[in-house]
């Protein structure tokens, strides 16, 4: 009698995973790029020459070069009050810290000042510089604006000019500044050596604001700063002279009020539309 022959099992099935879609694979390579996920790998492969590992190296530098390249172009005094070399480590550890959140790369150095503050709270010139160029850039981009004139004041009757209130120009930034960063930026952009560092015992008050198309920076003497201060916080110009007479002489306080305010209109500080109470 033939023996008998039991069947054959059935080959039993290994279930793959999925191949992962082209925008996974997108989202994987973002990850590994910039965050240092390294799953993307396992869907690489080695080539002849050398492997996964040191091919996406070259992606992962690359990404940091450039965003460090966004860094000196933004900030190019500070770079060249710190040097190449502090400059590189400090941008490096930026980039690691505040990995870029925006498709636009203008905005991936905003965070700079306050990184260099939290990061070097005994050299506070850095995140003080880091804030003025800041400013600068963001006056050039801010939007535009009617600014004030002279000539609109002129219309207003002299009965109405205590209830008047202002607004500042879009482009406008006041930076209160505990170390002589403007000092070490005024020298740098004239190609001088810049100073030796120096504290604020009193914070030094700058004004950054956009004329016609070009950034402009300059220092606000206290007076005037404490009047901006409160100008911008829809105190009318009869509480200004007051407050003015407060800070000094009360018998050219009126005088000395009217000529900040006739500085910031000449130099487009304010906007066309004051505000209303």
């Not at 059935?10 to 879609?21: D, F, I, L």
Request: proline share 9%; with cysteine; aromatic share 8%.
């Amino acid at each position: 009698m033939p023996p008998t022959i039991a069947p054959e099992k059935p080959a039993e099935r290994v279930e793959h995973a999925p191949a992962p879609t082209l925008s996974e694979m997108q989202a994987a390579f973002q990850q590994a790029v910039m965050h240092g996920d390294d799953t993307v790998l396992n869907e690489l492969l080695d080539n002849s020459r050398t492997n996964r590992n040191v091919l996406f190296g070259v992606y992962r530098h690359a990404y940091a070069a450039r965003l460090i390249e966004v860094l000196r172009n933004d900030h190019p005094l500070l770079h060249a009050y710190l040097g190449d070399d502090a400059f590189i480590e400090i941008a490096k550890a930026y980039v690691a810290a505040c990995p870029s959140r925006n498709q636009n790369a203008r905005w991936f150095s905003h965070r700079l000042p306050e990184f260099l503050s939290e990061t070097h709270p005994d050299a506070p010139q850095l995140g003080e510089f880091a804030a003025l160029e800041r400013a600068l850039n963001d006056a050039f981009d801010a939007p535009d604006a009617e600014p004030l004139a002279l000539s609109d004041l002129a219309a207003v009757p002299p009965e109405q000019w205590s209830d008047l209130v202002f607004s500042a120009h879009p482009s406008t930034c006041r930076l209160a500044l505990t170390s002589n960063a403007h000092a070490l930026w005024i020298a740098l952009k004239n190609d001088e050596t810049p100073p030796p560092v120096e504290l604020r015992v009193r914070p030094e008050s700058v004004i950054v604001w956009r004329h016609e198309t070009t950034p402009k920076v300059r220092r606000m003497p206290d007076e005037e700063a404490m009047m901006w201060t409160e100008a911008m916080n829809g105190v009318p110009f009869g509480g200004l002279c007051e407050l003015v007479a407060v800070y000094d002489d009360p018998d050219t306080a009126s005088l000395r009020a009217a000529q900040h305010l006739q500085g910031w209109i000449l130099s487009g500080l304010l906007a066309k539309s004051p505000r209303e109470d």
